[in-house]
């Protein structure tokens, strides 16, 4: 490959075109389908983003990431976070986040903060607030052990407006759009998983429509205090950070009615979270998480899961076992077909800045491979 081909940002490898088409949400228009997957990456002393945090994500703009959702950043609530240096977004540390979207929109990119709180995910005594104890629908942990008292309408009613205040800021600040963390097994996605969630109110029992409640009122809280044109994303999984194998719905049936009263909310935008974005969701069709969501929906979906990793890199990831060894190809022909609209790419974002821009100029070859050291510097 010519020298000249790999300093031209205009030009777009033939095999990757598909990804570097626009796309819009609403008002918004994203460059191309490239969007960086959050990752916390704990490099905000006691929640502060500094000059450095701004700096990572504009040199991801500057490489021609479409869209970037920050890692998580904790809303203002006691309990939110379990590591002290998860940056905030209340307070003083929006002065940073205010630094990031300067410095991340001066490069041409598109940013969404997303918001985070972890729930029975946090251990009790951990730094930042070691007197706040854990919260979650039912007090029950992860594991199913039962930790602290269920959550009081009380503490439902200040999660909502805390969510909405950090949403109403972020629009504020200038970010492009917010995404609600409500993957993983963190305290949205306890409300949704009957294992944590064994409320007989209106926010519990065996319906999606009472599970998904306390997501409904955070996706309306946030619409009000955004306003109408505001793209509000929500990333989902079936999986936990402790339960690879967990579920949400069985069948497309059950996803459907799982959907359904967040569609209905406002969610514009679903982050469908999956481990491998080429793996089957439901048995009797090829379709991912993102294809059946949108497919449900109508709405756009963004997928994720393995972008970019090699066979050795899949082995650093999780199980240490090896599945299957992926390209791009498969990925590029889904997208053609309209299964999602946007592709979130982690890891290999994050060792590797230039990762877009590297695939757009065809330039494979010079991919940085992930490290787990990678993980220690920003
Ligand atoms: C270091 C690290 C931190 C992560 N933190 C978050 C997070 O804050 N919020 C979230 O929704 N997902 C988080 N994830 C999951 C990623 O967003 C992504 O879904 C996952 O890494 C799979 O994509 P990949 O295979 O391209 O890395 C994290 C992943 C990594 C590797």
């Not at 979270?273 to 379709?287: H, M």
Request: hydrophobic share 40%; net charge negative.
């Amino acid at each position: 490959m010519s020298n000249e081909l790999k300093e031209d940002a205009s030009i777009v490898h033939p095999s990757v075109q598909p990804l570097f088409t626009p796309f819009s949400i609403g008002k918004l228009t994203l460059p191309n389908r490239i969007v960086m997957a959050p990752m916390t990456r704990t490099f905000s002393p006691n929640g502060m983003p500094g000059a450095d945090v701004a700096q990572y994500y504009r040199r991801r703009a500057e490489n021609g990431v479409g869209l970037i959702i920050t890692e998580g950043t904790v809303i203002n609530h006691p309990s939110s976070a379990d590591h002290p240096n998860v940056p905030h977004f209340y307070g003083p540390a929006l002065d940073g986040w205010s630094s990031v979207v300067e410095q991340v929109h001066a490069a041409g990119g598109r940013i969404f903060p997303q918001l985070w709180h972890v729930g029975m995910a946090r251990t009790a005594g951990n730094p930042p607030n070691p007197e706040s104890l854990p919260i979650g629908p039912s007090g029950i942990d992860l594991s199913g052990n039962q930790v602290t008292a269920p959550m009081t309408q009380s503490d439902i009613l200040s999660v909502i407006e805390a969510f909405a205040q950090a949403a109403g800021d972020a629009k504020l600040l200038g970010f492009d759009g917010i995404e609600i963390h409500g993957a993983h097994g963190y305290l949205i996605d306890q409300f949704f998983w009957k294992q944590t969630n064994k409320r007989s109110d209106r926010y519990g029992g065996d319906s999606f429509e009472g599970r998904t409640r306390f997501a409904v009122e955070i996706i309306r809280a946030i619409r009000n205090a955004v306003g109408p044109d505001f793209p509000i994303a929500l990333r989902i999984s079936q999986w936990k950070n402790s339960n690879y194998t967990a579920k949400l719905a069985e069948t497309p049936e059950q996803l459907s009615s799982f959907l359904e009263p967040l569609t209905t909310a406002g969610v514009d935008i679903y982050h469908c979270s999956t481990r491998r974005f080429w793996e089957p969701e439901f048995e009797g069709s090829d379709l991912n998480l993102a294809g059946w969501v949108k497919s449900l929906t109508g709405r756009p979906t963004v997928t994720v899961g393995s972008v970019g990793l090699n066979e050795e890199f899949i082995r650093s990831f999780a199980s240490g076992q090896v599945t299957q060894v992926t390209s791009l190809d498969g990925l590029i022909e889904r997208l053609e077909q309209n299964e999602f609209d946007l592709v979130a790419v982690g890891r290999s974002l994050l060792v590797d800045p230039e990762w877009a821009m590297k695939i757009r100029n065809g330039r494979f070859g010079e991919l940085n491979p992930f490290t787990v050291e990678s993980l220690g510097t920003l």
